[in-house]
């Protein structure tokens, strides 16, 4: 069986990279899984600085992305099992289903450039059609609800969300109406996280 190629893009003080590590350890052991594991410190590599900014771990394997923010045994392992397997109807591997929703925001440290539109649109394109990208800045969506009350309620489970996630929304609410603004302050611009975040509020 052909040895296959993981690669954990990570970075120092880390604590989803390290729970990513241990994972894909706990399974490498337990499953006797063919894999050779490389770790690659982002912050030592001005070029994968900019291209993943603060978007780690990021796993490759075999040269194509995998996992993102958050790996667990079971999905590791099936994925390498799959790679593994001899595939009768394509060469490439399945990939587990993987949603903005299901990820964490991560903390943007500044210094790095917004999302262009190219890298936009296919974030966007996995969001409620509802939201907008306004003038490549922040995304913007409105919520109706039936009263008041049923739109503070919104208000208040949306603010539950960012501060679970440590990434905060502009909020307008009004009778019947909740504005949401979503982009990361520090760059005055649109990171990876605000997609994320917009997916978490439309599971609400």
């Known amino acids: 069986m052909d040895v296959i190629d993981v690669t954990l893009y990570t ?6 990279c390290e729970k990513a590590k241990g994972a894909m350890r706990a399974a490498m052991t337990l499953h006797r899984l063919p ?3 490389h770790e690659i410190d982002v912050d030592l590599d001005p070029a994968l600085q900019a291209r993943l900014t603060n978007d780690v771990p990021v796993v490759y394997v075999n040269g194509r992305e995998a996992f993102r923010h958050h790996v667990d ?5 099936n994925y390498i099992r799959n790679v593994a397997a001899p595939q009768q109807s394509s060469a490439e591997a399945t990939r587990p289903r993987r949603t903005l929703s299901s990820e964490a925001c991560v903390p943007c440290r500044g210094g790095v450039p917004p999302l ?3 890298e936009r649109e296919p974030l966007r394109a996995e969001l409620d059609p509802a939201w907008r990208v306004v003038d490549g800045h922040h995304l913007a969506r409105e919520y109706a609800f039936p ?3 049923t739109a503070l309620a919104f208000t208040n489970s949306v603010g539950a969300i960012a501060e679970q996630e440590g990434h905060h929304p502009d909020i307008q609410l009004s009778w019947g109406k909740v ?5 990361t302050h520090k760059i005055g611009g649109l990171t990876r ?4 975040l917009a997916a978490k509020i439309d599971r609400l």
């Open 11 to 16: 970075r120092r003080d880390c604590p989803l």
């Open 116 to 118: 262009t539109a190219e």
């Open 147 to 149: 009263d008041f009350a």
């Open 73 to 77: 045994v079971g999905d590791f392992t």
């Open 35 to 37: 894999v050779t594991l």
């Open 179 to 183: 504005g949401v603004e979503i982009w």
């Open 193 to 196: 996280s605000d997609f994320v």
